[in-house]
């Protein structure tokens, strides 16, 4: 079947924009993940979704980051008032359900890139 | 605070010849230690995962080994392929709904 999809792979703002990032969580996965990769360091957990709620949001760098998700489905990042050190990969990630014990299937991310 | 350190941070090795990449973690309590492969520009895939009592686990030509005492494993490759060439991340996990991420190894295969 399917696999995580995410749009767009590339995006390219000017600072002080807001922009939005998607994702399509495999049908049937209740636990959806959302991770920031700069470049050369590693994966930064952001939030993640039960359902749709988001019991843990302790990841999101500043309160212009948001996220929600909806139906238990389709989930978006926001940032809003780009900044240039939000340039990143955005990856987002989803498991049959939350626990750590369940794989977690990755979508190939998209790149920001905030000028 | 929970940390991942791997080594080394890059290897370049002929095709046909073995690696091993090292991760050592202080994840406390620990459940389980992934390790996931992340080709250029995609998201990373789950290799393998080994639970406390698991001392090593195969996936064909990757091999995963743990000790949880002294907080190490390793990921062993037999017999490199280009196609291995991508970066290493090692994951453990413990109780927390935040998985840390090492840094990984990006390995580079070459004839």
């Known amino acids: 079947g399917a696999g995580v999809s995410q749009s767009p792979s590339n995006k390219v703002t000017e600072k002080g924009k807001d922009v939005e990032l998607r994702c399509d969580p495999i049908s049937g996965h209740t636990a959806l993940y959302w991770y920031r990769q700069s470049l050369g360091q590693g994966l930064e957990f952001l939030i993640y979704f039960q359902g749709n709620s988001a019991p843990d949001k302790s990841g999101l760098p500043s309160d212009r980051f948001s996220a929600e998700r909806t139906g238990g489905s389709v989930s978006t990042l926001t940032i809003q008032r780009t900044q240039q050190e939000d340039s990143a990969v955005y990856l987002c990630a989803s498991s049959l359900a939350w626990g750590t014990e369940n794989e977690q299937y990755f979508g190939p991310g998209t790149r920001l890139t905030v000028t | 605070k929970n940390q991942v350190e791997q080594s080394p941070q890059s290897l370049i090795i002929l095709e046909g010849k073995n690696c091993t990449l090292q991760c050592n973690y202080t994840v406390s309590p620990f459940s389980n230690l992934r390790w996931y492969k992340q080709d250029t520009g995609r998201g990373p895939v789950s290799l393998t995962i080994m639970t406390f009592s698991e001392n090593t686990k195969s996936n064909g030509r990757y091999t995963a080994t743990l000790d949880a005492d002294t907080k190490q494993s390793s990921l062993h490759i037999t017999a490199s392929q280009l196609s291995d060439s991508a970066s290493y991340i090692c994951?453990?996990?413990?109780?927390?709904?935040?998985?840390?991420f090492g840094t990984g190894t990006r390995l580079q295969v070459t004839l």
């Open positions: 994951v453990p996990t413990g109780t927390a709904s935040k998985l840390t």
